[in-house]
């Protein structure tokens, strides 16, 4: 592919008309500042907004960084302190961790199959179903994570929450429980509350997919004798590879640095140690704590840890097509 | 391109045994078993997908929500939304989230729409890495950027304004909206921009004409991500706006109802269902166009 050098550097007229042919005006030099023209509001706000602040994390996660530090401006350098500090910690390794990482990959599994599965039986469903579910769908999709969140928190509430009623109801316990002490019934909730919100995406998404695989394909599949499960794996997932990249891409890196899920419900925002994961520990480390070095270095940690995801993520879609 | 795109009703050319009705479906016609197995999956997804909205609407109508559980309001009442939309301060809470939503997918959309027609339709260098850099800051965790941008902010003398939040705001909303509008912008075929060449109009003129219009129901699906990312979020607004009050979203002024000991939950899920209402409802609205601008190519058959 012929790339036209940016403005700084204008390539030599003699080259350019030729392989830039591509397009009908690739000689100008308008055609080529013109990309970065509409690239730069952007990459400005990317740059002051979200790129500057994660090199300032990184420098705060060096740093011992209180509220002192931050009235004064002056910098208070120890090194690693902050990450060795971390990386001995109980905490991390009993909790912290296992509360990040199981977690997301628990709910990114569930979150796909499960939205995978509602594509298909919406792509299976008479135009008048498919558009009531969908509609559904939608109002799920469409709750806002905090609203949803309280909903959750209400169903479940220790004294009055309706689960507690109708188990009681139906004999199956004898004394209202609360669930939001117990680690594992704790994100027992969480996991239903960010499959409820994430799946709608993934459903809509592969419906898309779905409904754009070729006929032909699938009927060629069927009088060579393929059932619906041998067509569904090798007709239709090898078509929608790229969508299902992009679903599973972007569910695992929401599902990673959930928050508002864990800090609205009971306990969940510091005053349960046992529930804590990397994004609720780092911010109430920091704005908690006052400790905004030591919360600024789990911040770079998940932030580190996602990045090695997506790094592999972005690896396999390259490999797959070009951007 | 095929005519394969979409769900399309054209009359199946090897039309073999079965009605044009069931190949439209792509199958024969089910069994007895299939379509009851199918309808109970329909009926259990519904049950699932809709509960916690019914559940959150039925608390708010009750006058006796907290008191008792029943699957029906006991005591059908508005009061708790009375409440909630006066002496609750809901009122200025939906206004501020409102202007904040709204300057954020203006700004936002421009900015992202003006990216994605460079990295879906110019080829130049650095392309690849400006899109790895947009795919890269997506992943960022808010609770990275959080202590960073306290800190800017708060030395801009921002903090607590819905200036800060709003500026915090377009930058998130951004990397998707450049990522979801790029894929719109490639779906259109290039033929068209090139017949448009052909009969004489500039860049300018074919990205008024050609590309915007195909590219509209993706600016719409941008932009209501981009408002729905504003409307909701929550760490910024609670670190940023602090304890003004009176400059309160309503994702952070929920909180306000909930007590030491007790909380108000005919109020909550009467504040909440404000806030979830209009959403749900512009995004159901959208839905069609959201769905078939994911799907659709530009040339027809």
Redesign the interface.
């Given at each position: 592919m012929t790339s036209t050098l940016p403005v700084a550097a204008p390539a030599g007229p003699g080259q350019s008309p030729g392989p830039g042919g591509r397009r009908p005006f690739g000689k100008s030099v308008l055609a080529r500042v013109r990309p970065w023209m509409l690239l730069t509001p952007a990459l400005l706000v990317l740059a002051v907004l979200l790129l500057w602040p994660l090199v300032r994390v990184a420098l705060f996660s060096l740093q011992d960084y209180g509220l002192k530090e931050i009235v004064s401006g002056e910098r208070n350098w120890i090194g690693f302190a902050n990450f060795v500090e971390i990386f001995t910690s109980e905490q991390l390794w009993a909790v912290v961790l296992p509360n990040t990482v199981v977690f997301a990959v628990l709910s990114v599994a569930c979150t796909v199959v499960f939205g995978t599965a509602v594509a298909v039986l919406l792509a299976s469903l008479g135009r008048v179903w498919r558009t009531i579910v969908s509609s559904a769908i939608m109002a799920a999709w469409a709750m806002p994570a905090v609203t949803g969140t309280y909903v959750w928190v209400w169903i479940f509430d220790a004294d009055r929450g309706v689960f507690n009623h109708v188990l009681q109801a139906l004999g199956l316990q004898d004394a209202p429980v609360n669930w939001f002490t117990d680690r594992w019934s704790f994100y027992a909730i969480v996991l239903l509350n960010v499959v409820h919100h994430g799946f709608p995406f993934v459903a809509i998404t592969v419906l898309a997919g779905l409904l754009g695989v070729p006929k032909e394909l699938l009927e060629a599949a069927e009088i060579d004798g393929a059932g619906a499960w041998r067509r569904f794996f090798a007709v239709i997932v090898p078509q929608l590879k790229q969508i299902f990249a992009v679903v599973i891409i972007l569910s695992t890196i929401w599902d990673f640095k959930i928050f508002a899920q864990v800090y609205l419900m009971p306990g969940g925002a510091g005053s349960n140690r046992d529930v804590l994961n990397l994004g609720v520990w780092s911010y109430t480390e920091s704005f908690g704590q006052n400790r905004y070095g030591f919360g600024s270095a789990i911040a770079v940690l998940l932030t580190l840890l996602l990045l090695g995801i997506t790094v592999v993520y972005v690896r396999t879609i390259l490999k797959e097509e070009e951007l | 391109m095929?005519t394969?795109?979409?769900?399309d009703r054209r009359p199946?050319r090897?039309s073999t045994a079965g009605g044009t009705a069931a190949r439209r479906?792509?199958?024969r016609r089910p069994s007895a078993g299939v379509r009851v197995g199918?309808g109970v999956?329909?009926a259990l997804?519904?049950l699932?997908?809709?509960f916690?909205?019914y559940?959150?609407l039925v608390?708010a109508l009750d006058g006796n929500a907290?008191?008792g559980?029943s699957f029906v309001p006991a005591e059908p009442t508005l009061e708790h939304f009375e409440f909630v939309l006066t002496d609750g301060g809901f009122d200025v809470f939906l206004r501020n989230s409102l202007l904040v939503a709204l300057t954020t997918v203006l700004i936002s959309s421009l900015?992202?729409l003006?990216?994605s027609?460079?990295?879906a339709?110019?080829?130049?260098?650095?392309?690849?890495q400006?899109?790895?850099?947009?795919?890269?800051?997506?992943?960022?965790?808010?609770?990275?950027?959080?202590?960073?941008?306290?800190?800017?902010v708060?030395n801009l003398e921002l903090l607590g304004t819905l200036t800060g939040l709003i500026?915090?705001y377009?930058?998130l909303a951004?990397?998707f909206g450049?990522w979801m509008l790029r894929g719109f912008v490639a779906a259109v075929p290039v033929e068209l921009e090139?017949a448009a060449?052909l009969d004489g109009a500039t860049?300018g003129r074919m990205f008024r004409s050609i590309l915007l219009p195909l590219v509209a129901p993706g600016l719409v699906a941008t932009s209501i991500f981009g408002f729905?990312t504003a409307?909701?979020e929550?760490?910024f607004a609670m670190?940023l706006l602090g304890g003004e009050t009176q400059n309160y979203t309503v994702?952070i002024g929920?909180r306000s109802f909930f007590g030491q000991h007790s909380n108000d939950?005919g109020a909550?899920?009467a504040a909440?269902t404000v806030?979830?209402v209009p959403?749900?409802v512009?995004?159901?609205l959208v839905?069609r166009r959201?769905?078939s601008g994911?799907?659709s190519g530009a040339v027809k058959g």
């Open positions: - | 095929s394969a795109t979409g769900t199946v090897t479906r792509g199958s199918k999956a329909v997804l519904l699932f997908t809709l916690p909205a559940w959150m608390s907290g008191r559980s900015l992202a003006l990216a027609v460079a990295v339709r110019f080829r130049f260098k650095l392309r690849t400006v899109l790895m850099l947009v795919l890269v800051v997506q992943m960022v965790p808010l609770e990275a950027l959080v202590i960073p941008l306290f800190v800017q708060r500026v915090v377009v930058a951004l990397p450049i090139e060449y860049w729905i409307w909701n929550f760490v670190t994702a929920l939950w909550i899920m909440s806030i979830t959403v749900m512009f995004f159901i839905q959201l769905a994911l799907t």
